[in-house]
């Protein structure tokens, strides 16, 4: 199952791009003998500053077509990473070929983007910047393949 990120804004190099190549690179390699992967970034930029709702329109135009649509959002749900790694194994399981994984820009996602997702996930009450959310997406999806693999990384 081939991994889109699908985010808001564009990430310069620097501290925050490292880590998500990082995950992201040992995601492919533990996740390619699970049917998992390969993972890519895809970045939309409202350069006119019209919204959420044009941020949605270029989100849509960037997600692959047929994929199971998941927002990260502080309304989804919460999830143990056990969990998480329960839910990509499911919709690969159930013959899916894409994943979108959707990061919306500092105001967050459109509501009409959000009802038309077929899953939201939250990272927890708080809000975090959404470079950051990238990060820590990257590792779930690492951690998620670790767990299915039964790796040594995942502790409980």
Known sequence: MRISICAVGRLRAGPEKLLI???????ERTGRALGLGPARVVEVEDKK???????ADLLRKALPKGAVVCTLDERGKVMSSPDFADRLAGWRDAGRQDLALIIGGADGIDPSL?????FS???????????????????????????LSGGPYHRV
């Open 114 to 118: 959000r009802t038309e997702a077929d």
């Open 49 to 55: 500053n019209a919204g959420m709702g044009a941020e």
């Open 121 to 147: 996930v939250s990272f927890g009450a708080m809000v975090w910047p959404h470079m950051l959310v990238r990060v820590m997406l990257a590792e779930q999806l690492y951690r998620a393949a670790t767990i």
């Open 21 to 27: 190549d990082d995950y992201l690179t040992r995601f």
